[in-house]
């Protein structure tokens, strides 16, 4: 009986229970609700595949070229400077919302930040990365 007290305290005083047991009824639902709609997607939708639909693209269009030929690497370069600079904003806009309530060391951090960003955005001006020639 001590044992079975001891767990149910422990359970009742646990923060795991208190702060997130909303965010596992919401994962809970969240997955059942996947669940039933990818199932109900498949059972509902007619599955007859042709030719067409089973060829290199649905358009029924074969390829011009040999898929192994060379890719250009510009196409990754702009999504990475695309991501850095979207991170930025992630970060900007909570500093701005707050930058009257921050103290002198998080307005200097911040500012740290955006210069250096700066230079990185001048430097990919200098080596042309988002000329598409």
Known sequence: MNLQYNINHWIEISLVKKEYFIMLIYVLFATVLVIFIIGASYFLSKQKPDVEKLSAYECGFDPYEDSRHTF???FCVIAILFLIFDIEIMFLIPWCVSLAKIDLLGFWTMLD???ELGIGLFYVWY?????WD
């Open 72 to 74: 250009d690497i510009k």
């Open 113 to 115: 930040f955006l210069i």
């Open 127 to 131: 080596v042309k990365a988002l000329d």
